[in-house]
Every structure is written in C-alpha cells, then in structure tokens.
C-alpha cells in the first residue's frame, strides 16, 4: 500500500532504509501501467530511466552519501517539459517526433534533489483546454467516476496524483491548469508567483501568464516541491530574483489563522450559487472557527477576467506556436511540394481543431487593423486589474474564492468552446496578476464530486498562501479522501 503515504513518507522511509528506491519506483511503476489503460494519465512511461535513476540512488545511500530532499520520490511530469532525450509531445499530433534536446530547469532541480521522474502526463494539446479532452492522443478520465473529466490542461497530472499513481506531479498553469484539475480531483495545486520558478525547457504557451507548480495530495508535499523548484533561474529573463524560501518550516509555525485577515471578492461571486455555494460558505465558516476575519473586496474587474486572458493568451500562443512550422519543429506534411505547402499543410494536419481556433483568434487581435482595439486595450484592462487587487491586499492578507464554478462534468458535455471558457472564471485572475494561489480540497459537491478553494497571494508572498492553507488542511480530512483501488 505505498501508494497511500505522502511523499514525505516515502522519502522518510527512504532515508531510513526502511524501503530502497528501486522498490518505491518499481511499485509505483507497476501501478502506473496497470492504471493508466483506463485513466490515460500518462503519455510516456519511463519505466528503464526511473530504474536506473533509483538504482544509482540506493547507490548513494549505500556509500552514505548526502541525500538530496527529493529523494525516493516518484515524479510525474507534464508533457510540455524538457527531459533530455525523451519526446516533449505537448499531447499534440504535431510534436510526435520531438525528442527534448536538453533538460528544463525543473528537471535538472529535481533531479539533482534525487527524485525520481517516472513519466510524463498528458494534457489538452498545448495546454489549451480545460477538460483535457483537447489532447490528440487521447483524453484523460477523473479516476473519481471514469465518465467525467479530470479538467485540465494538466489533467494528466491530477488524475496520476488523485489516483495515487505518483505522489507528486507538476502541471503548468496559464489560466488555472494546475487549479482546476487540482479541484475536478480533489487534490492540491499550485500557482507559484509569477516568475518563482523558471520556464525555462517549458513549451510555451502564454509567455506572460504561465508557471509551472506541484500537484500533490497535500499541501506539505506541494511545498516540499517548491522547496526545490522555486528559486532564481539565469535562463530564464523573468526569473524573479527572490531565492528558495523554508515553506514547511513556515508552515509549521502557524497553527491558526488568528491575526490573518481573507478578503472574499463578494459581488464578484453573485452568481455563485446552489451546492457550489454552500460548500464555499462552509469552508468561510471552518476558516472563522479556525480565528480568520473577513472583509469584502472590489474585484469588480474580474467580470473582464476571461475576455481579456482570451485575448492575450491567444495573441501570446500565437506568436509563440509560429515555430511548429513543419521545418523547425513538427512533423512535415508529406503531400507538400513547396515551401508555402510545408508551412501550410504541415499546420493544418499537425494542429487539432482548439489550438486552430487560437492561432487564429491570436493573430486577429494582433492585426494591424485590431490590435488597439483588442490588444492593447486588453493590457490596459490588465494593468487596471493588477492596481485593483494591490488596492485589495492592502485591506486583507490573502483573498478566498472558489477554484471552479462547478466540479468534473461528462467528457463531451460542453461543446461550446465558449463555456468551456468560462469554467476559468476564478482561475484566469491570478494569471493576469502574477499571484501565487493554492488550490486545496474543500468539500464534495456529491459523493465523486470533490470541490477546491483558492487563496490567492500578493505577489511574491508564497509562504503566506502555504500557510493559510496548511492550516486549513489541518482542521479538515477532505484531502485525505481519494478514489478507491
Ligand atoms: N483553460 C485555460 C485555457 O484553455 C487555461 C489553460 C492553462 O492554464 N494552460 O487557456
């Protein structure tokens, strides 16, 4: 039963010499292949490298060597990240070729800590979707109830990590991708501030809103991750220059949220009603016991959250995904003869129907007819939305909200593009602003249902938003819930 400890555990135990890694791998290996016929959490299994990465390890232990924080800990990774040699899919049809020339920051980081990186997950092509059904390979189910979908786009991550495949995953957020799965299954994600770790050997999708972040069945093991990910990159020029900070120690020095003050965007979340609603009020009211004070906050910008994110997001993708050109990157299209014919057809058999749909949208707000009136008036908005929440934090510490209007739906069930959208209603905001915002388990809606809340952060604040929700993970079991097997 490995598969229940935490990560902590398994590393604690590792350490011990209770368990060698070559068993925690191979366990979690054998789990892997046996679920992921009917999850499709994983796109690529690493079942060779994971075994010698863990041999090498008990190696290590054994000589009495210095263990890295990591070590012992099965990874997953999110298939738009570097891993030298092994194929960066971006779950695209275009990509099948593409074998990563060099390792991403976080893989080195996390390597170099000793953990073990076991496979890579799949997501919505590109990281545009939130359902994970936009992947070209194949969707990935919520190991909750296997008709529903797990969100996305880092739904491969959640689902591995909900299932108990892996204890740790990373995702990568642009507009809620680490959240909302996070909260479709019931697990822990997290937003790191922007600029906290490094994009470097990420494909990118929107260069100014995505981070990368842990996913996990708790926040101890979420910050654990951060630890060793979270810190100064030369690589990468947005890199902030803050270095790691002591997450769990920190964590450990709060027992309450006495003295802490949570502002709740109240107009804002009118619309939030129903069983999604009475969830988010009972966890307010937990925070209350647990000594937290309340104030409400304008965030009345918010409502033009997903029209600005949709434009800038696509206008970024769309220049960013020019490089899938069918020479540079990508699989060529055989039945092209001319230069022209390779852009063109390359593009049109190598992209799905989703990331068609940005390109263009992208490229349109960019025209030179429309890029004022969409462009740079959807930055405009932004810089608005940023004073507005500075204007925020200077009445309270963190803000609180719910992560998803709903929990996991039908795969199929949204067909409109544009509903999907709106499934990022409360996610997109903290892109837009740079903040660092947890996801964590606060509920079931039904019994497979399980429902996620946010705190959101000043920026650069982390530790404050591991705080708060480590507190109220304490008091509460709903992230001890998972699916059964
Ligand atoms: N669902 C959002 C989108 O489709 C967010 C994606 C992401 O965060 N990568 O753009």
């Known amino acids: 039963m490995l598969h229940t400890l935490t990560a902590r555990e398994l590393h604690d135990k590792f350490c011990s010499g209770e368990l060698s890694a070559t068993e925690i791998t191979a366990y979690f290996l054998d789990r892997i292949e046996s679920h992921n016929e009917s999850l499709g959490a994983f796109v690529t299994i690493l079942r060779e490298r994971a075994l010698e990465k863990a041999a090498e390890l008990d190696q290590k232990r054994e000589r009495g060597d210095k263990l890295g924080k990591l070590a012992g800990i099965p990874i997953a990774l999110k298939d738009n990240m570097n891993v030298e040699g092994v194929t960066t899919t971006c779950s695209s049809q275009f990509l099948t070729n593409f074998t990563a020339p060099y390792d991403a920051t976080i893989t080195k980081l996390i390597e170099n800590e000793d953990g073990i990186i076991v496979g890579k997950t799949n997501l919505d092509e590109f990281a545009m979707g939130s359902s994970t059904e936009n992947s070209s390979l194949f969707p990935t189910l919520n190991p909750w109830n296997l008709k529903c979908s797990p969100g996305g786009s880092s739904g491969g991550s959640a689902a591995a990590v909900a299932a108990r495949l892996v204890p740790l995953a990373l995702g990568s957020d642009t507009g809620g991708s680490i959240r909302q799965p996070a909260s479709l299954c019931g697990i822990t994600g997290y937003k790191p501030t922007y600029g906290r770790v490094s994009r470097y050997g990420l494909v990118a999708f929107g260069s100014s809103l995505d981070q990368i972040g842990p996913l996990a069945t708790n926040t101890q093991d979420a910050a654990l991750l951060m630890e060793v990910i979270g810190r100064h990159c030369d690589r990468d020029s947005t890199s902030i220059p803050e270095g790691p900070e002591n997450y769990l120690e920190k964590m450990a020095e709060r027992q309450d949220l006495k003295g802490m003050k949570f502002g709740i965007p109240n107009s804002f979340l009118e619309k939030l009603t129903g069983k999604p609603r009475e ?6 009211e937990k925070m209350k016991e647990l000594g937290a004070e309340f104030v409400d906050v304008d965030l009345s910008l918010l409502k033009y959250a997903i029209a600005i994110y949709y434009i800038l997001a696509t206008a970024e993708a769309s220049t960013n995904l020019a490089r899938f050109d069918g020479i540079r990157y990508g699989v060529r299209s055989a039945n092209a003869e001319t230069l022209d014919q390779i852009y063109d057809l390359s593009k049109e ?5 989703e990331v068609k749909r940005r390109i263009m949208l992208g490229t349109y707000v960019l025209s030179a007819g429309y890029k004022d009136a969409y462009y740079k ?5 932004r810089t608005l939305m940023i004073e507005q929440f500075e204007k925020a934090f200077e ?5 609180v909200m719910p992560t998803s209007p709903a929990s996991n739906f039908e795969l199929g069930s949204i067909k409109d593009p544009l509903q999907m959208y709106l499934e990022d209603i409360y996610t997109v905001g903290s892109n837009l602003v740079g903040s660092p915002t947890i996801s964590i388990p606060c509920g079931f809606l039904e019994s497979d249902k399980p429902f996620g809340l946010q705190f959101v952060g000043p920026q650069k604040q982390d530790t404050l938003v591991f705080q708060a929700a480590s ?7 709903y992230h001890n819930a998972h699916p059964t097997e």
């Open 279 to 284: 969830t988010f009020d009972q966890a307010i």
């Open 349 to 353: 058999e190598g992209f799905g129907p």
């Open 377 to 381: 008036k959807a930055q405009k908005v």
């Open 395 to 399: 009445k309270c510490d963190l803000i």
């Open 471 to 477: 507190v109220f993970e304490n008091a509460t079991d």
